[in-house]
C-alpha cells in the first residue's frame, strides 16, 4: 500500500529533479508537470474502477484510493 502510494506521489518529483539535475532545469520542470499529470490520470482510473458508484460523490486521499484499490483488486477473496 504505501509503495503504491509512494510511487503515485513522488515518483513524479524523484524524476523532475534527477532530470532537471542532470539535463536542464526547464526540461526536469517539464517532465515533473507531465508526470504528475500522468499520476493524476492513474489515481482516478483506480479510483472508478475501485470504489462502488454510490460512494463516488464523496473526496478521497490518494491514501484512501489506493486503499480501495488494493482491497477490491488485488487482496485474495476468501
Known sequence: MFS???AL???PLIVG???GYVYNI???IAFFLFL???SG???SKMRV???PFD???MNYSTMAIVKWYLARNICFKS
Open 4 to 6: 503504491l502510494y509512494g
Open 9 to 11: 506521489t513522488f515518483i
Open 17 to 19: 529533479l534527477w532530470i
Open 26 to 28: 526547464w526540461i526536469g
Open 36 to 38: 504528475t499529470l500522468v
Open 41 to 43: 490520470v492513474i489515481s
Open 49 to 51: 474502477c475501485s470504489i
Open 55 to 57: 460512494q463516488r460523490e
